[in-house]
């Protein structure tokens, strides 16, 4: 299961790739907070790889500017393909399109569905109510539990 979390995060300079790519991390809950995090290495690795034609990335090929056993890296991973970010095929892992811009639009695409199929949801749940409320109704003495008002029993 897919799971997106988008946060509101006042935007960044947009001359500065850096705070961008921090940024990005934030609205999608994938922070640890701190400069350069573990988040904004592995944004970056895929950012750079899908800009020179859409190269996968196995989990050790990473650059990442620390020593983490391959079960975090992996961990990792796992939360930004949770958010939508990344896939992965076979061993290697993509940026979901080949741009940042493209990725983004798939993501909102996807959620544009995910809503519309809530939306038809709703609205047959709604006719649903409304026919078993109507199949049990009955008229009532007194408003709702049968009780007239200020009458005591």
Excluded at 34 to 50: H, K, M, P, W
Excluded at 110 to 120: P, T
């Amino acid at each position: 299961m897919e799971r997106i979390v988008i946060r509101f995060v006042e935007r960044p300079d947009f001359n500065d790739p850096e705070k961008m790519l921090k940024w990005f991390c934030d609205v999608f809950g994938l922070s640890s907070g701190g400069n350069d995090t573990i988040e904004e290495q592995i944004l970056r690795n895929f950012t750079v790889a899908a800009a020179y034609g859409n190269r996968g990335l196995a989990s050790s090929e990473l650059k990442l500017d620390t020593d983490l056993a391959r079960s975090t890296v992996i961990y990792h991973l796992n939360r930004f393909i949770d958010a939508g970010l990344l896939v992965k095929r076979g061993r290697k892992y993509y940026l979901r399109a080949s741009e940042m811009q493209k990725a983004i639009e798939e993501i909102e695409y996807d959620i544009s569905r995910e809503m519309r199929r809530m939306l038809d949801t709703a609205k047959e749940f709604d006719r649903l109510m409304e026919l078993s409320v109507r199949k049990n109704a009955q008229p009532i003495k007194g408003g709702i539990g049968g009780r007239r008002a200020g009458k005591k029993e």
